[in-house]
T-cell receptor, first 117, second 115 residues
Framework: AQKITQTQPGMFVQEKEAVTLDCTYD???????LFWYKQPSSGEMIFLIY??????QNATEGRYSLNFQKARKSANLVISASQLGDSAMYFC??????????????FGQGTTLQVKP | EAGVAQSPRYKIIEKRQSVAFWCNPI?????LYWYQQILGQGPKLLIQ????????DSQLPKDRFSAERLKGVDSTLKIQPAKLEDSAVYLC?????????????FGPGTRLTVL
């Protein structure tokens, strides 16, 4: 069964430093996608970055990069040069693309990130 | 392009009352999702529509929850009667289609408090 695990309930980082948020996943599908979302206190889910299971290079989007280690089934989010506005809840999610799958997202428990000035 | 709209943004009811949430997806998006997010947890899919048909409602508590998507556009999620454990944020999302990579766009959510 598909599952996402985020083992860090809360993280602190100093402003301008880099931080890594951990995510491990479990799936029997060969074709899947991994997503990271940011959820500020206002509640909206903001898409950050995507990695497909067949993508050979790690995804990058501005200050966000995804450290994809397929053999370890991990998809850690790296935020470089942290800003105060990065303080939020971060969710890792997975979507399976195999036959019969509906494309629903399975989310992890989330990690709360606080950026210190 | 307008985003996913949801209303109301907040709702407070007493247990055993009924409540309804409304979602208007991005124009042209065939797939619509309702997620329940309990405080401190990740969102959990309740029901998924493709146009006006149900694709997945395996985690919808059907004894009290119902949802419809008339004409394949707007959707309504209803709870009747509400329980204390239904207190959560209800997120609506839409995507262009079902298969392959289709980004899901989320609405602002409806925060429900059941007293």
């Amino acid at each position: 069964a598909q599952k996402i695990t985020q083992t860090q309930p809360g993280m602190f980082v100093q402003e301008k430093e880099a931080v890594t948020l951990d995510c491990t996943y479990d799936t029997s599908d060969q074709s899947y996608g991994l997503f990271w979302y940011k959820q500020p206190s206002s509640g909206e889910m903001i898409f950050l970055i995507y990695q497909g299971s067949y993508d050979e290079q790690n995804a990058t989007e501005g200050r966000y990069s995804l450290n994809f280690q397929k053999a370890r089934k991990s998809a850690n989010l790296v935020i470089s040069a942290s800003q105060l506005g990065d303080s939020a809840m971060y969710f890792c999610a997975m979507r399976e693309y195999g036959s019969g799958n509906t494309g629903k997202l399975i989310f992890g428990q989330g990690t709360t990130l606080q950026v210190k000035p | 392009e307008a985003g996913v709209a949801q209303s109301p943004r907040y709702k407070i009811i007493e247990k055993r009352q009924s409540v309804a949430f409304w979602c208007n997806p991005i124009s042209g998006h065939a797939t619509l999702y309702w997620y329940q997010q309990i405080l401190g947890q990740g969102p959990k899919l309740l029901i998924q529509f493709q146009n006006n048909g149900v694709v997945d409602d395996s985690q919808l508590p059907k004894d009290r929850f119902s949802a419809e998507r008339l004409k394949g556009v707007d959707s309504t999620l209803k709870i009747q009667p509400a329980k204390l454990e239904d207190s959560a944020v209800y997120l609506c999302a839409s995507s262009q289609d079902l298969g392959g990579y289709n980004e899901q766009f989320f609405g602002p959510g409806t925060r429900l408090t059941v007293l």
